[in-house]
């Protein structure tokens, strides 16, 4: 028996447009409404509805027995819903047949387990509550941004009622075991972890179009046939991948529709053949051993790591600046503000500061609307200190209204350490003084 | 090998690409016969530069040929009026009417060429490789009395260093004459190849793009811990102050970081025509305290500049390449430059900025001043980027140019 399991990732972050320096305390609009505007309706016409589209008539054309998973950002859904409701709508009536299942992630796709435990919770949630008033669905199982996972993520996640986990199947913490089973996390003995099968899953997210690659042209029969070999010697194949690999990254006319409308048929020729959603599969099948992942892992670039969100001190130090603000947003009570501030955890924005040019710099590049990584910086640090201006201002409200503050004084001190000396007239990071001095 | 006076006596980035291509081109086994013009600005420097040229490059390879002239890499007609009547005022007054040079600098050019041609059928080799367009009637009579290939080599164009008004028309037809008469045309960058593609009409197949290697600096220049170090940071403009470096965007784009940031000084070295509006300028918005005007310095005095500034800004109008922004990289200082420039196509651990945009310039400038994360970053990744900028790439491409064309024959 193979199950073909199918999750597709749509996630799209709210972009920023060029903030200057002379932006700064002069105005909080952060976000390019335009261009978030324009890609996303760019993506919905060659991706979202098409895919939907084929992806409604297969599950009705197969009756029951084809099935697909999603798990779709909040930033993503808040977009649809502001600049594309139709895709929106496409997704619920996939979501009605009763075979699609949505997973679990941060609302904002943020890395921020790694920072901030409760703002992940808390993101969680967020995302949760979303899927239930768009889908009318609860998800069972979790997926953590970009795939990234290991042991005390899937504790934690067991503790807040998950019952499966996803992550990339990589070589490095597998050995000679294979993806096509389900493991137990070391630390949580109630999940189910699946993993992606990587070779699989990238024959066509990454190689499909690709002329170079000798088993161009991939076709259904071919793959089909890939798939079936592994009856006998693994339960499940997960096909974890990006949305818009079809029709965004695999163009059109590279076939890639073509290819998936046979595909479920080809699948399916094999009596021993299914498709299962995701929580399908970890009911289905038993776990066969523990899996210990102490490292953190993703599904990024050949490394499988953290190095393209926090590869470079770059990357490392706007992360830290921006969730050492965390606790004192939330204290000022201002819905604006926070939720600008969550904006700022998408994952992306840190993937456009990686400076791994070579090898993988490529996709970046593809994907970075900032010329170079450093003006992706650039921009992040200067509306992370608007940010911190209005904090100030806020607090200072507070501080004339009632009680004492004493956060004024230690968010000076934690500030400054992004500077390069601690002159008194600097503007940046602390901007109050220098400011006020120019009138 | 037609090229410009090496070092210690180059004027300038021509000489110093001629050196290193040179050098590298001899170090892969090519013999050079390197045609040097030199005049009497160089006093009774003759021998002392065949000893500096004895240890700089390879014997066997390198043969150097020292043709008189009063024409540098950096002439303009104009200039060259002036060299000619200094010329004139240091002989005496019988001998003025034997000049050894031409009253102007075209007819200087033309003597120059009869001289080369001599050169061109007593010597013997492959190709004739020409530096930048003084040289070029000589290259052609050279391709002429020899009948070897010719390739002309454009570093700069007349519409850069007018900034494309006020081009001189004998100065153009001579450029274009000689990119018409070579069998290839090297080009810095793929900013010069366009130029010569719109301006000159140079077929596109004809050109090949070699982009500069970083030179190799002396890395022991002293750290100096000036006084100014002690509380303000420093910005660095080097350059010939003229309207194509685009020292007035640099004046503007510090007002601009001035009005955020009190405690910046910036460096402007350098002369040119440009230098006393300049002054003028940063007297007339108020900052003329904010900016030291240190006039030409030394090579040494470069490396040193470099060293303790903070921040390199290149705001060039018309850059073919700029060779400035790589020694601030290779001294760890992490540089602003110009987009209309020939180094920001090979470069990617700079900051790049329109020329006109001040407001960039300025915002770029107080980022790299504030956000410590990403001086060091930028300084760092730079600094990296030029050590492998070594001159084995633009050498090999030019091998393969020269085969190219041996080869068709």
């Known amino acids: 028996m193979v199950s073909v399991c199918f999750y597709f990732q749509v996630h799209q972050p709210f972009r920023l447009k060029k903030y200057s320096v002379f932006d700064i305390g002069n105005n909080s609009d952060y976000f390019d409404e335009e261009k978030n505007k324009e890609i996303i309706k760019k993506v919905a016409k060659k991706c979202y509805l098409p895919t939907n589209k084929l992806l409604l008539k297969l599950i009705k054309r197969h009756e029951g027995k084809f099935k697909v998973s999603f798990s779709i950002s909040g930033v993503a859904l808040e977009q649809f819903e502001k600049y594309a409701p139709e895709v929106l709508h496409s997704f619920r009536e996939l979501a009605k047949t009763g075979q699609v299942e949505f997973l679990s992630e941060t609302y904002h796709h943020s890395l921020s387990f790694l920072f901030d435990k409760q703002e992940f919770k808390q993101q969680v949630l967020m ?67 699946l993993l992606k099968n990587y070779k699989l899953s990238d024959d066509v997210a990454f190689r499909f179009s690709n002329k170079g690659w000798n088993e161009h042209p991939l076709t259904v029969e071919k793959y089909g046939r890939w798939i079936s070999e592994n009856n006998g010697n693994g339960h499940l194949i997960n096909l974890f991948m990006d949305y818009e690999t079809f029709g965004e990254h695999q163009w059109e006319d590279t076939g890639i529709f073509e290819f998936m409308e046979k595909l479920p048929e080809e699948i399916l020729k094999h009596p021993d053949n299914d498709f299962v959603t995701v929580s399908e599969a970890a009911e289905k099948y038993p776990s066969v051993a523990e899996l210990d992942i102490h490292n953190f892992m993703s599904w990024a670039d050949v490394e499988r790591d953290l190095s393209a969100w926090l590869g470079n001190s770059l990357q490392n130090s706007a992360a830290q600046e921006l969730y050492k603000i965390g606790t004192i947003v939330k204290k000022t009570g201002d819905p604006a503000l926070l939720s600008d501030w969550r904006k700022l955890t998408t994952s992306d924005h840190f993937y456009y500061m990686c400076i791994k040019w070579f090898s993988d710099g490529d996709v970046h590049k593809y994907f970075n609307p900032y010329d170079t990584p450093y003006e992706g910086f650039i921009t992040f640090m200067n509306v992370l200190n608007d940010i911190i201006i209005r904090v100030r201002e806020l607090q200072k409200q507070k501080q004339s209204e009632d009680k004492k503050l004493t956060y004024a004084q230690t968010t000076q001190v934690e500030f400054s350490h992004n500077m390069i000396s601690e002159t008194p007239s600097l503007t940046l990071i602390d901007p109050e003084i220098s400011l006020s001095k120019i009138e | 090998m037609l090229g410009w006076e090496l070092p210690p006596f180059f004027a300038g980035g021509v000489g110093m690409v001629c050196y290193h291509l040179t050098k590298a081109l001899c170090d892969h086994g090519v013999d050079v016969t390197y045609v040097m013009p030199f005049g009497p600005r160089m006093i009774c420097s003759g021998y002392m530069k065949i000893m500096v040229a004895d240890h700089l490059f390879p014997k066997l390879r390198f043969k150097l040929k020292e043709v008189e002239t009063l024409i540098g890499a950096y002439t303009t007609p104009e200039s060259y009026g002036e060299d000619y009547q200094k010329y004139l005022a240091s002989l005496s007054s019988k001998d003025r009417s034997k000049s050894l040079y031409g009253p102007n600098v075209f007819q200087e050019a033309q003597l120059f060429a009869r001289k080369v041609r001599l050169i061109a059928f007593n010597e013997d080799f492959d190709v004739i490789h020409a530096h930048d367009h003084w040289t070029f009637p000589a290259a052609i009579a050279a391709k002429k009395a020899s009948g070897k290939p010719l390739i002309v080599h454009v570093h700069i164009t007349e519409f850069d260093k007018t900034g494309g008004t006020g081009v001189n028309q004998r100065v153009y037809d001579m450029e274009r004459e000689g990119m018409h008469a070579a069998d290839l045309v090297i080009v810095v960058s793929n900013f010069v190849k366009q130029r010569l593609m719109n301006n000159y009409g140079v077929p596109e197949e004809k050109i090949r793009v070699v982009h500069n290697a970083a030179e ?28 194509q470096k685009g020292p007035d965007y640099f004046v503007e784009a510090a007002r601009k970081v001035l009005e955020k940031d009190q405690n910046v000084k910036f460096i402007m070295a350098g002369t040119g025509d440009m230098l006393p509006r300049m002054i003028e300028r940063v007297a007339e918005i108020g900052i003329a305290n904010k900016f030291i005007f240190p006039g030409f310095v030394s090579r040494d005095e470069v490396a040193k500049l470099n060293k303790i500034a903070d921040v390199f800004v290149m705001p060039s109008v018309s850059e073919p390449f700029g060779l400035v922004p790589l020694e601030a990289m290779w001294q760890e200082t992490p540089a602003i430059i110009s987009r209309q420039s020939g180094v920001s196509e090979v470069l990617n651990h700079v900051l790049k900025v329109d020329f006109w945009d001040v407001n960039d310039i300025a915002a770029k400038t107080l980022a790299l001043l504030h956000y410590r994360s990403l001086h060091q970053q930028i300084k760092q990744h730079g600094a990296l980027e030029v050590r492998n900028m070594t001159w084995e790439g633009p050498a090999q491409k030019c091998m393969d140019i020269y085969k190219e064309l041996a080869g068709n024959r």
């Open chain 1, 127 to 193: 995302h949760k509550q979303k899927i239930k008033d768009l889908f009318d669905q609860e998800p069972k199982v979790f997926r953590n941004t970009e795939l990234v996972y290991n042991n005390e993520l899937a504790n934690f996640v067991q503790g807040m009622g998950y019952n499966a986990i996803l992550a990339e199947g990589a070589d490095h913490i597998l050995g000679w075991k294979s993806p096509n089973f389900i493991y137990t996390p070391k630390t949580a003995e109630n999940m189910k972890l």
């Open chain 2, 216 to 243: 190799m600096m002396d890395e022991t220049a002293d750290h100096d811990a000036s006084k100014i170090k002690e509380t303000d940071k420093i910005v660095l403009f080097i350059g010939r102050i003229t309207l």
